[in-house]
């Protein structure tokens, strides 16, 4: 008889898996994952928040594997299913999702023929999942094929698509409780027992679908609260979003201005084999180590990684909202504006106000409403009522009550200031104020030619 | 064009206002569907029809952007079809009228265009949002699948996408589909 394999999790407690499983986990290409912060540098604000990619695959696993041993039939469709949890997140870099970012920016898009909307991160981890020897070597190319078809949407039933991604996918289940233990906050705290026992495969006729008992309702909205909060606390807390943005100005400004030739090779993805390979080599302690290297010219990667790894972080220089602006106009430049009103921004602010402007950060942030935070792209949650299914945010008495959905976006500008004490700080921010807010009207006036058609882009949760 | 344009535009050649947000939703496909755009647009198979989340990212953005109103009007019944009991109704502001004074300048053909398909579906009896659902729904699937079908093929594809389509429904899809010039019937 085979022992049972377990690890013990601080979210979970046992984490049962099968032994083909644990070869997976064996797998150099898996390990690599506790080399991979789940949130980047989210320590410099929560200094627990030093979990891994590993630990949170492991622990979407073992709800995934919960989830599938109430829901499904199919002995062949849980074993897809665990395996598909256990790899979604075997193609992230150097400081998780910063990575994508970076990638997207330096792909030749056309080159590569990408879909619109594609991703160099999805395309990168299909690769890896298909073609990795280490997985090669475990699996069938036909599981690999669904694995990856699981993930992408492209293959199985809704059911087993909405368990993976979706409103109430396992991978939101895992991270809101892990990235609230680590980070020391209660946020994202919700029942997790509760939600996985009132998950049920709704079925009528030839339609299956993924939905839940209407006793869930109130720990479903438990579970939306928990995301909407984890969302303003946490994932869009303003020391993380500088130092994500530190992140990836120093990489791509170690590409463009320092003209550091191994990182721009790291970064543009060309769908070759060997750039996946040395991909595959990197990790945040390697990346941040080995552009503070002594032989790794002096510049802005070093710069902002140095500041980075000492703390000393862009401060907030200025901060509004479109109410902000009574003009319509000047409130559509600034918030749909293109990158190019961004960057004439960044270069005005680092001008007038004495910056280096590539070391003045203009980002805009979007926070959905809680009622949006209730559904995905993928679409609402279905309630089995006795009336039959309904939408979510009908049901529950206190989602129906928020009518508006009012979504939060603000601009933020970032710069290296300094402050001598509080007094300092309070008169120059108020400068700071006066005169971008100047800055900004003159940029965003009807003349301006900075008024494209592009899309704004903007950083959304 | 970027969708928060597109949605002004559709807002402003529909009188300035469009009630429902399933409306809103299967205007904008038909539109762009026409137009060339409904890639560009992303719209993916959804519960009610195909559905942009561009589209919708767009609403709210223009939301906040005080660009254009949403009221809530509630019914307090639930339709057999599982279409929706609450409605939710887009305004365009007066912001948001001055914003697409500036967007039809710098879109004129596009504006023209939007308003020209309007004006098409206004003629094949200006159908509600069940019917242009059933008929977004059906020409999605005929798409998506690149080749003819018969009426019963047509329902079995449906549920592909996890779609019903009652042949009553469909009778009155095909005909607007035809009468648009998106579908023809041999």
Redo the contacts between chains.
Sequence with gaps: MTARLEIRDPIHGFIHREPHEQDIIDTPVFQRLRRIKQLALATLVYPGAVHTRFDHSLGAFHVASKVAAKLLDSSTDTRLVRLAVLLHDIGHGPFSHVSEEILDKFAVRERLRLEPGRQVHEELTEKIILNHPDLARLLSPNEREHVVGLLNGQWGDTVLKSIISGPLDVDKQDYLLRDSYFCGVKYGVYDLDRLTENLRVHEDGEDRFLALSHDGVHVLEQFVLARYYMTTQVYRHRVRLISDEMIVRGISLGIVEDKIDWLRRLYTYDGSADFVTEYLAWNDERLTARILEQDTREGYAKELFRRLSERRLLKRVFFCRPSDFEDPEIRARIFQGGKEFLTALEAAVGRQLGFDPHLVAATRVKVKSVRAQAATTEGQVIVLTTNGPRYFDQESSLFKSIDEAIQEQFLEIYAPVEYKDDKEKKRRRREFYDDITGIIKGLANPQSKLFDTKDAGGNEA | ?????FVLCLLDASRGSIQGRTLLQKRAYFVSVLMGED??L?F?A??YGPYS?MID?AV??L?????ID?A?VGFGT?SDE?FE??RYDYRLTD??R??VE?VKK??QDEWQRISEILGRLEKAGNPNYVELSFAAKAFFVLRTKKKAMKREELIREA?SF?W?IPAASLERAVSLLEQVGLARSS
């Design positions: 064009m970027r969708p928060s344009d890639e560009s992303g993916t959804h519960y989340p990212s709210t953005q939301k906040s952007l005080g660009f949403e809530t639930v599982g009991v609450k912001d948001g001055r914003i500036v710098a879109n549920k996890d019903k």
